[in-house]
C-alpha cells in the first residue's frame, strides 16, 4: 500500500475514536454537539470514499468494474465532503446562539441549501455536463476544470465564516475564535497541498486536525446544568441573555422567585434544600411540557428560576406561570418535611419590552420587590408606563447615564442653632436630575449606586463639589460655619480614602473644621481596620463626624463609642413618633445619655413650629438638650443659589 495512504488511515482511527466517544460519554446533547457529530459522520465518510478509492487507484489489479467501482467511490467522496464546511457553518450558528438567524431570514436558508444542492447536482453532470474528474484506463484519478467550481464554493463558505466571525465577534467565546482560525488554518494548508500535489492525501487528515480542536472546546451539556437543581446554571443564564440581547433574538422570559428561600434553606438543611430545589425544576420542567411549552429552565442562585422561551405568546408562557401558581396552592413534600414556596412571578419579552442586560438583571433581582401584583403573574408590560416602577428598574443605567452626562447636583438644607438663633451649617444633599424621569430621590438612588459600585465616583464628584463651593462661597457673610456630607459605608473601605480626602480639601484652601462627615452605624459591621484607618486619620486631621439616622438602626452604644464621633443626628422617625405615649420620654433620655458621653446632638425632619419649639426647650437635667435643628420646618433643600440667597436674607433680618 502506498505510504501516502497512512495519513487517511490515522484520520479514520481518531475519527472512530470520537465517534465511540460520542456514543459513551453523552458529549454530543443538545444542537450543537449533535450538529459536530454530524461533522464527525461527514469527515469519516469522506476520509473512508478517499481512502477506499486512493486504495483501489494503487491497487495493481485494473479491470473495468474496479475502475467503475473507484469513479463511485471518489463521487461519493465528494457528496460528504462539500457538506463539511456547510455543516460548520451550522455549528457556528449554533453554537453561538444565533440559530434563529436561520428561521427570520430566509435568505441565509436558501443560501445555505443552494451550497448543498450544487455539488450533488455538478456530481450528477460529471463527465457529461461538466468535467470534474474522470478515471484514466489505469484507473488514476484526474481532475477536471469542473473542480474549481467546488473550490469556489469552499471559499465562499469560508468568506461567510469570515464574516460571521466579525460580525458576531462580541458573542463568541474567545477559544472559539481562536480554534476557529487555527483548524481553519491547518485545513486550507492540507487543501492547498493536495490542490498542488494530488498525490499527496493530507487533506482529510488536516481537516480531522481540526476537528480535534473543535472537539477540546465543545462543552457537554451537562457542564452547564446546575448540579443541584437540575436547570442550567447562572453563568450559562449570563451568557445566554448577554447573547440575546447582542443578536436581538425574541425570547419570552418569566421569572420565578422564591421570596422566602432563604428560610427554607434554613430550616431545612443543605441536603434537604438541595432536594428540594431539584423537585422545583423537576414540577416547572412538567408543568412547561404538560402544556406542550418549549423552554429552557435556568437556575440563577437565590432562589430564581428563570423559563426561556422562543415562542413569543406572553399569554402562553402567563398559562403555564399560572399552572405553577396553582401546584403551589398546595405544600411540596420534601423528605417527608412541608415545604411552602412563597412565589413571584414575572414575564417580560425580549428585546421589545427590555433590550439591555443590566435593565433585565435589575429586574431578575429587584422585581419581587417592586411589582405589586408579582404574587400573581405580572407581566412587565402593564407596568412599563409606570414612572415610580421604570425608575426603580432602570437605576443603573440611570446611575450610568448621570455620570456620563453629568447630571448630578447638589442641594444644601440649612441647619439650625438653637443657641446662636441662626443657621451655622447645612447639609450637603446629592440631587440627580435625569433626561427621562427627571428628579431621582437619593434614598432610592444611594443604595443601588453602593450596590452597583457607581458610589466611589459619585461620592467624589460630592466631596469635590462641596470643596468648591466652600473654597467659593463667603462662608463669614452666609454665617457658615461648616458643611455637612454624608460619607457612604462603602466609601469608608476606599484604601486612599483619607489621603484623597485631605488633598483635595488642601487644593481648595478648605480648612478641616469647615466640613463634618456624617456617617452611619453600619460602617462598623465593613472592614473595621481600614474604616477605623481611614475616620480616625481624617478626624486626627481635624474633621468632624456626625452619626447619622441614629435610632434607625441598632443604636448600638458601643459602636457610639467605638467610633470617634462628634455629633449625632437624631432620626426622623423619633420625631415621627413624638405624640405617641412615652416617647418624648425616651427622646429626652436618649439626649441626655449623648450629652453625657459628650456628644452634640442635632435632631432631623422637623416640620412644625410646635415640634421645633419642644426641642428648643427641651431640658435634660444637668445638660442643655439638643443643640441643632434641621427640617422642612426651617426650609427645604435648596440649590447652591438659592441657598445662599436664603441664608442672606436670613442674616439680613
Ligand atoms: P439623610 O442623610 O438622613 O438626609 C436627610 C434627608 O431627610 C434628606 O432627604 C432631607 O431632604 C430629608 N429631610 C430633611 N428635613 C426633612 C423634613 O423636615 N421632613 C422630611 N420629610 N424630610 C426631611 P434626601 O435629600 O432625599 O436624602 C435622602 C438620603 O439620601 C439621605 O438621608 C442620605 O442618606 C442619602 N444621601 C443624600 N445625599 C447624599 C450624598 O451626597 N451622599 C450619600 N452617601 N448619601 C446621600
Ligand atoms: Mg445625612
Ligand atoms: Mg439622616
Redesign the pocket.
Known amino acids: 500500500m502506498n505510504s501516502i495512504l497512512h495519513f487517511d488511515i490515522a484520520a479514520v482511527v481518531i475519527l472512530v475514536f470520537f465517534l465511540l466517544l460520542g456514543r459513551t460519554r453523552e458529549r454530543f446533547v443538545g444542537r450543537s454537539n449533535k450538529i459536530l457529530y454530524v461533522l464527525t459522520i461527514l469527515l469519516f465518510l469522506s476520509t473512508v470514499f478517499d481512502l477506499t478509492s486512493g486504495y483501489f487507484e494503487n491497487s495493481h489489479t485494473i479491470s473495468p468494474k474496479i475502475i467503475q467501482l473507484t469513479y463511485v467511490l471518489n463521487s461519493l467522496f465528494f457528496i460528504p465532503h462539500n457538506m463539511i464546511l456547510p455543516t460548520l457553518v451550522l455549528y457556528m450558528y449554533s453554537s453561538t446562539d444565533v440559530w434563529h438567524l436561520f428561521k427570520t431570514k430566509k435568505i441565509l436558508k436558501y443560501t445555505w441549501v443552494a451550497g448543498c444542492v450544487i455539488p450533488v447536482l455538478i456530481l450528477i453532470g460529471n463527465g457529461w455536463l461538466i468535467n470534474v474528474f474522470w478515471q484514466s484506463g489505469n484507473n488514476t484519478y484526474n481532475r477536471g476544470p469542473g473542480v474549481t467550481v467546488f473550490y469556489v464554493l469552499a471559499g465562499l463558505y469560508l468568506l461567510w465564516l469570515g464574516g460571521f466571525a466579525i460580525r458576531y465577534r462580541k458573542i463568541i467565546r474567545p477559544d472559539k475564535v481562536i480554534v476557529l482560525s487555527f483548524s481553519l488554518a491547518v485545513t486550507i494548508i492540507g487543501v492547498i497541498i493536495q490542490a498542488m500535489n494530488p498525490k499527496h492525501l493530507v487533506e482529510m487528515f488536516a481537516t480531522t486536525i481540526g476537528l480535534l480542536f473543535f472537539m477540546i472546546v465543545a462543552r457537554r451539556e451537562d457542564s452547564m446544568l446546575d448540579s443541584v437543581s437540575g436547570a442550567y446554571k447562572r453563568i450559562s443564564a449570563i451568557e445566554h441573555f448577554s447573547r440575546n440581547f447582542e443578536t436581538k433574538k425574541p425570547v419570552v422570559l418569566t421569572f420565578i422567585k422564591i421570596v422566602n428561600h432563604a428560610n427554607i434553606r434554613l430550616y431545612l438543611g443543605q441536603e434537604s434544600y438541595s432536594a428540594f430545589l431539584r423537585q422545583f425544576t423537576d414540577m416547572l420542567r412538567g408543568k412547561a411540557s404538560a402544556s406542550d411549552y418549549k423552554a429552557d429552565i435556568f437556575y440563577m442562585d437565590g432562589g430564581l428560576f428563570a423559563f426561556v422561551s422562543e415562542d413569543m405568546n406572553s399569554v402562553r408562557a402567563g398559562d403555564v406561570a399560572r399552572s405553577v401558581k396553582a401546584v403551589l396552592a398546595n405544600p411540596l413534600i420534601v423528605s417527608d418535611l412541608e415545604v411552602r414556596p412563597d412565589v413571584c412571578m414575572c414575564i417580560v419579552k425580549c428585546p421589545e419590552e427590555i433590550g439591555d442586560f443590566s435593565t433585565l438583571y435589575t429586574l431578575s433581582s429587584t422585581f419581587s420587590q417592586t411589582m405589586p401584583n408579582s404574587r400573581d403573574v405580572a407581566f412587565y408590560a402593564d407596568y412599563m408606563n409606570d414612572n415610580q416602577f421604570m425608575i426603580k428598574n432602570e437605576l443603573d443605567t440611570i446611575i450610568k447615564r448621570g455620570i456620563e452626562n453629568r447630571s448630578f447636583e447638589m442641594h444644601y ?1 440649612p441647619i439650625y442653632s438653637i443657641a446662636k438663633d441662626r443657621f451655622i451649617s447645612a ?4 440631587r440627580l436630575k435625569d433626561e427621562k424621569y427627571g428628579y431621582i ?3 432610592l438612588f ?1 443604595p443601588f449606586a453602593e450596590m452597583n459600585g457607581a ?1 466611589h465616583e459619585i ?1 467624589d464628584f ?1 466631596i469635590e463639589a462641596v470643596a468648591r463651593f466652600i473654597s467659593m462661597a463667603d462662608m463669614d457673610m452666609l454665617g457658615l460655619d461648616y458643611v455637612e ?4 459605608a462603602a466609601q469608608c473601605i476606599e484604601v486612599d480614602l483619607a489621603d484623597k480626602i485631605i488633598t483635595l480639601m488642601e487644593d481648595y484652601g478648605v480648612g478641616s473644621d469647615q466640613i463634618c462627615f ?1 456617617i452611619t452605624e453600619t460602617i462598623a459591621d465593613l472592614n473595621p481596620e481600614i474604616v477605623d484607618r481611614n475616620v480616625t486619620k481624617l478626624h486626627d486631621y481635624g474633621i468632624r463626624f456626625a452619626l ?2 441614629y435610632g434607625t438602626g441598632y443604636s448600638n452604644i458601643k459602636r457610639v463609642t467605638s467610633l470617634p464621633i462628634d455629633q449625632v443626628k437624631l432620626d ?1 422617625s423619633f420625631v415621627d413618633e413624638i405624640n405617641v405615649p412615652h416617647m418624648w420620654d425616651v427622646i429626652s433620655d436618649t439626649v441626655e445619655m449623648l450629652k453625657r458621653i459628650g456628644k452634640e446632638v442635632l435632631v ?4 412644625t413650629l410646635e415640634v421645633a419649639e419642644r426641642f428648643k426647650n427641651m431640658e435634660c437635667n444637668l445638660f442643655q438638650g439638643c443643640e441643632l435643628i ?4 426651617y426650609c ?2 435648596l440649590p447652591e443659589e438659592e441657598f445662599k440667597m436664603f441664608l442672606t436674607s436670613h442674616r439680613t433680618k
Not at 447639609?427 to 446629592?430: D, K, N, P, T
Not at 456630607?485 to 457612604?488: D, E, Q, V
Not at 434641621?630 to 420646618?633: A, H, M, R, S
Open positions: 438644607q447639609e450637603a444633599l446629592l430621590p437619593p434614598a444611594i458610589i461620592g460630592v456630607i454624608n460619607l457612604s456624617e447619622d439616622d426622623k432631623e425632619g422637623v416640620e434641621q427640617g422642612f420646618y427645604k433643600p
